[in-house]
């Protein structure tokens, strides 16, 4: 069988809506897509005994990895019986790999010409990836001191999908994240900044719990709910003013970052290693080390300056997609690395 040229079995987490906005800017480019996703949502026991038995092999055997062998199960019920109506295809682009099972993995490398994976987190914060790599032809990392685990890694930064707006002369400061209290503590920091200029404040934590609601009700911040990815971008279009708290436990850009290059926002990061990058501008990046706040308002009032356009996009999906497949005429992109104290 012919294989179209621009077929792409494409699997992601579904969560947010991410893998659905994906599908949508690999058709926009041309390609058949043919996708698996996946949630990455909160396993729920179907029975006490399921949670029993989970709490008694980490105390007693020091097993961490039951609750993934109860996820892996369900998602191999759901996914290996669609083996056979897996097509061929010309690429196969798997996002966290590490969500889908094994089986399910080499059976794509099977159907395609190219495999192609990218893992858009920390490796070792989610090490079952190291059983994966060598299935891959390209392998995308999104933090530059994982480089180092294994030779053939390339590396990668999330992107942004262009979208034009018309400028909006709103002072408004959004932010949301799920609850945690490293960015509680941090956010409480910030938000006694903001009380003191004219910015409205949307942010937002995502919580279940009703002590955390109470302690987000204290601390003057508001419950958010989960966004679509969409969603989330129609409130991006509206700010003035971008808030991202990276984790500690990896060095990568997030979204955040490239929303504000994107629809030119200003941003306040706690990441360091932005200022690395060939789009980062004092006037239009902030990066806050917890202390420096004092310097926050000389940071708004700074003018916004514009960045090159072959800068800009280098990050948008055209790009993005062409270098992640090795298609056509692309700028590499690199992930620029420093050791920040």
């Known amino acids: 069988m012919v294989k179209d040229p621009k077929t792409i079995i494409f699997c992601a987490p579904s969560d947010f809506g991410f893998s659905d906005v994906i599908k949508q800017a690999l058709q926009r480019e041309g390609f058949i897509v043919y996708d698996y996703p996946v949630a990455d949502s909160r396993y729920r026991y179907k029975n ?23 996820k892996m199960s369900e998602r191999k ?83 942004f ?17 799920s609850y945690d209290d490293y960015r509680l503590e941090l956010m409480k920091k910030l938000n006694k900044v903001f009380i003191n200029t004219d910015l ?56 955040r970052v490239f929303e504000a290059l994107n629809y030119n926002k200003k941003l306040i990061t706690t990441n360091k290693g932005v200022r690395e990058y060939d789009f980062y501008h004092p006037n239009n990046i902030f990066i806050w080390d917890t202390e420096n706040e004092n310097n926050i308002i000389d940071f708004l009032k700074a003018d916004f300056v514009e960045i090159p356009k072959e800068i800009k996009n280098k990050y948008g999906f055209s790009n993005w997609i062409n270098y992640v497949l090795d298609l056509g005429e692309y700028s590499s992109i690199t992930i620029p690395y420093k050791e920040h104290p």
């Open 161 to 177: 999908i262009p979208k034009k707006i018309d400028f909006i002369d709103k002072k408004l400061v959004y932010f949301i994240a």
């Open 200 to 255: 409205q404040r949307q942010l937002y934590f995502i919580t279940n719990e009703p002590k955390q609601h109470q302690n987000l009700l204290d601390a003057g911040l508001e419950i958010g709910r989960p966004l679509t990815y969409q969603e989330n971008l129609k409130r991006v279009e509206q700010a003035s003013l971008l808030i991202d708290i990276h984790a500690p436990v990896h060095a990568g850009l997030s979204f």
């Open 48 to 70: 006490i005994y399921e949670r029993l038995q989970n709490t008694f092999r980490k105390i007693v055997f020091r097993d961490y990895s039951y609750k993934r062998k109860l």
């Open 77 to 159: 019920k759901l996914l290996l019986g669609k083996r056979e109506s897996v097509p061929n295809a010309t690429y196969a682009f798997i996002i966290r790999p590490d969500l889908f099972p094994f089986e399910f993995v080499s059976e794509i490398k099977n159907k395609v010409d190219k495999m192609v994976g990218y893992q858009w987190d920390g490796l070792q914060r989610f090490p079952y990836i190291f059983e994966y790599i060598n299935l891959f032809d390209r392998f995308f990392v999104f933090d530059a001191k994982d480089l180092k685990y294994k030779k053939g890694l390339l590396p990668l930064t999330n992107f």
